[in-house]
């Protein structure tokens, strides 16, 4: 381990602005800053004796000479630098006072939701992104080995009808000509509906029913670029630094990564814990679900230690279930 990581990580705070219109403030950084030129949420560090919301309201009075009332926690990202780690704490700002202008002769843009992944960012920033607009939770569905094909169709029709928002299908031990008819369920259900469905492993059936593919490590560590639509979700299951690394460096859309606690699917394996997820979180800018042991009662974890959300199979199969079981 070298010296810089070390040393304990510095601690920064930021805001997420909206107008009237739902747009987002972004700030460019100004010549001779780290990351120059970049667009980022404004705010900055944390001064010794200072909480993050008193940090916060003076650093957005002092670069844009606005009151601010800080509002819900939103995300806290952890990222390593060429020579320092931060931790990057968002809250979303509830009120605000004044006509914001740029104190410091930093460029502004007030930008639509949809539009802020085209803005080059910071590494800790493109995360915060990622938590304003993509989904919470990932279900990945226990094998139809298991169960009926009626069983497993009632429960993701119970995921779709909770607005889980991804959905990784998964078979293991399932034969090929039933799974291929699950799909064509599957698919079908899905349609109009607002989750995203991925196939673990098989890049030939989800070119063919056009939804997302999942890499398992293996699989991910073997492709040496993305070679997968464009239009749709590639995503990675990762354990290490190199693995993380390698799926951004191919381009995936997220990673899942764990395990974060001991879970039935790997009895005797003790996880790495909320500390090692972090560790993880330091090297990539992927939006990153953390999945082993946990259920919605981790979310304020998951967020807190820079996960965009929770992937899960029980607790998640379980969650849609009870969700439409209330709804009757």
Same mark, same amino acid.
């Given at each position: ?38 667009w ?25 000479d ?11 990202? #952890? ?28 460029a ?5 939701? @949809? ?7 910071? #590494?800790a ?23 009926s ?8 029709? $119970? $995921? ?24 064509? @369920? ?38 040496? !670029?993305r070679?997968?639509?464009a239009?749709? !979700? ?6 290490? #630094? ?55 009662a981790?979310? !304020?974890? $998951?967020? *807190?230690h820079? *996960? ?13 279930q009870? *969700?439409?079981?209330? $709804?009757?």
């Amino acid at each position: 381990m070298n010296k810089m990581s070390d040393n304990p990580p510095i601690h920064v705070v930021a805001g997420v602005i909206q107008d009237a219109r739902g747009r987002i403030l972004l700030t460019r950084r100004t010549l001779g800053r780290d990351l120059a030129g970049l667009w980022e949420f404004p705010g900055g560090k944390v001064e010794k004796g200072e909480t993050a919301a008193i940090a916060l309201g003076r650093e957005l009075r002092e670069e844009l000479d606005i009151e601010v009332q800080p509002g819900e926690f939103l995300i806290s990202v #952890p990222q390593a630098m060429p020579h320092k780690r931060i931790v990057l704490e968002v809250h979303r700002i509830n009120r605000w006072q004044g006509r914001v202008r740029g104190l410091d002769g930093q460029a502004l843009a007030w930008v639509l939701p @949809e539009h802020l992944g085209k803005y080059p960012m910071p #590494p800790a920033d493109r995360p915060v992104v990622a938590a304003l607009r993509q989904a919470p939770l990932c279900l990945v569905t226990p094998s139809p080995a298991t169960m009926s094909d009626q069983q497993w169709l009632a429960g993701l029709d $119970a $995921a779709l009808a909770a607005g889980i928002g991804r959905i990784q299908l998964r078979a293991p031990d399932c034969a090929p000509s039933r799974w291929r008819a699950l799909l064509d @369920e599957a698919v079908a259900r899905a349609r109009g509906k607002s989750s995203q469905l991925a196939v673990n492993g098989d890049a030939a059936l989800a070119e063919q029913y056009a939804i997302g593919l999942h890499l398992p490590e293996r699989l991910l560590m073997a492709r040496k !670029a993305r070679d997968f639509s464009a239009e749709l !979700a590639l995503s990675a299951a990762c354990h290490h #630094p190199d693995a993380l690394r390698h799926a951004e460096a191919i381009g995936c859309d997220y990673a899942v990564v764990g395990q974060i606690k001991p879970s039935t699917s790997h009895p005797g394996a003790p996880g790495m814990g909320w500390a090692g997820f972090a560790r993880l979180r330091e090297v990539s800018s992927l939006p990153l679900y953390a999945i082993g042991g946990l259920g919605i009662a981790d979310m !304020a974890d $998951a967020r *807190a230690h820079g *996960a965009q959300g929770i992937a899960a199979i029980r607790a998640l199969w379980q969650q849609g279930q009870g *969700a439409a079981s209330s $709804a009757l």
